[in-house]
Nanobody, 115 residues
Framework: QVQLVESGGGLVQPGGSLKLSCAAS????????MGWYRQAPGKQRELVAV???????NYADSVKGRFTLSRDNTKNTVYLQMNSLKPEDTAVYYC?????????WGRGTQVTVSS
């Protein structure tokens, strides 16, 4: 059974930092591209960042220079370090695992940036 479990969300003030984790089980983690997506209320889910099995990372323009994606294949975990957070980063953040079909998704973790 495949599971993706996100953690690390919470409430943070503007300019603050959070580190999200996504722990995977039931897959050969090193083969999968891993991504973080987010969905704000009333908006569509959007890509935040993705890291390939070859550890090449790509970011949405809105988070470049502020967010850093990394993976630890020994722990089957992908991380999203989020710095200089803005109110517009408020959303539910979801982890996605992609390797051919099907894709797998976590249940999400809430990030709220507010003073």
């Amino acid at each position: 059974q495949v599971q993706l479990v996100e953690s690390g969300g919470g409430l943070v003030q503007p300019g603050g930092s959070l580190k999200l984790s996504c722990a995977a089980s039931g897959i050969i983690f090193r083969l999968f591209d891993m991504g973080w997506y987010r969905q704000a209320p009333g908006k569509q889910r959007e890509l935040v960042a993705v890291i390939t099995s070859g550890v090449s990372a790509n970011y949405a323009d809105s988070v470049k220079g502020r967010f850093t994606l990394s993976r630890d294949n020994t722990k089957n975990t992908v991380y999203l370090q989020m710095n200089s957070l803005k109110p517009e980063d408020t959303a539910v953040y979801y982890c996605r695992a992609h390797y051919y079909s099907p894709d797998y998704w976590g249940r999400g973790t809430q990030v709220t940036v507010s003073s």
